[in-house]
């Protein structure tokens, strides 16, 4: 269970899909600035607007998406929504979206899946082999010490640190995500990433290459639809190499 790729991967990707990924978290703002348009005191978007500024979106992009969001500017009305299904070889996928129009979704989200050897199932089909979580990634580098980072997401509640070789993952309770994060900012430390997600509790290792490959063709086209906003999947392999 745990992390799929490695930093430097996570980086390439969002830098080779910088545009697409404008759009998408344009529509997250739009839908948080529903809310309240004002950060301070809306959560949620705070929380989008430091996604995108995390990917260099440019603040001319943010406030257009915040007065879409509040009708300030006339825009598309986005409705959220999550796919479930099986991808070749038995691995479970989930696949959040946000549209203005679900039946081209769940079209293109259909063809993915037949295409490349899967099938959509049926809400709750794959989402039992998941369990939802905050997740917190921070970088390591000289000025990370693993031990106050541990004492500082302990006092903000959260439920388990995680090490791998180039990063630490802060996990824990979706409720708790919003208090830990903030605590963990005002600290002074930096995100590579930060959203509560599906972590797999369940884990599927495809052994054909074959079925390997369709896994990776059909995560790349649902990553690159506009209406998508995340994938998640409990393959063991990294699919991002």
Avoid: W
Avoid at 25 to 40: F, M, T, W
Avoid at 217 to 238: A, G, S
């Amino acid at each position: 269970m745990g992390r799929h790729g490695t930093i430097a991967g996570r980086k390439e990707k969002q830098d080779s899909r910088r545009a697409a990924m404008f759009t998408k978290y344009a529509r997250a703002i739009s839908v948080a600035a529903k809310g309240g348009g004002d950060p301070e005191y809306n959560m949620s978007l705070r929380h989008a607007i430091e996604k995108a500024k995390a990917i260099n979106m440019p603040n001319d992009n943010i406030k257009r998406a915040i007065k879409k969001g509040t009708g300030e500017l006339d825009g598309e009305t986005y409705e959220t929504g999550s796919f479930e299904g099986y991808g070749a070889a038995g691995v479970a996928v989930i696949v959040d979206v946000l549209t203005d129009n679900k039946n081209r979704t769940t079209s293109n989200i259909k063809h993915a899946f037949d295409k490349f050897g899967g099938n959509l199932g049926t809400p709750g089909c794959v989402s039992y082999m998941f369990s939802r979580k905050g997740v917190i990634v921070i970088e390591k580098t000289d000025g990370v010490d693993e031990d106050e980072l541990m004492e500082a997401a302990l006092e903000a509640g959260m439920d388990d640190l995680v090490e791998y070789d180039d990063c630490f993952e802060v996990l824990t309770a979706p409720e708790d995500f919003a208090a830990v994060s903030e605590a963990l900012r005002e600290a002074g430390y930096e995100f590579v990433e930060a959203d509560v997600e599906y972590l797999p509790s369940m884990e599927s290792t495809p052994t054909e290459e074959h079925d390997i490959k369709n896994l990776k063709k059909m995560i790349e086209i649902l990553e690159d639809d506009d209406d998508v906003q995340k994938v998640y999947h409990n393959c063991t392999i990294d699919l991002e190499e």
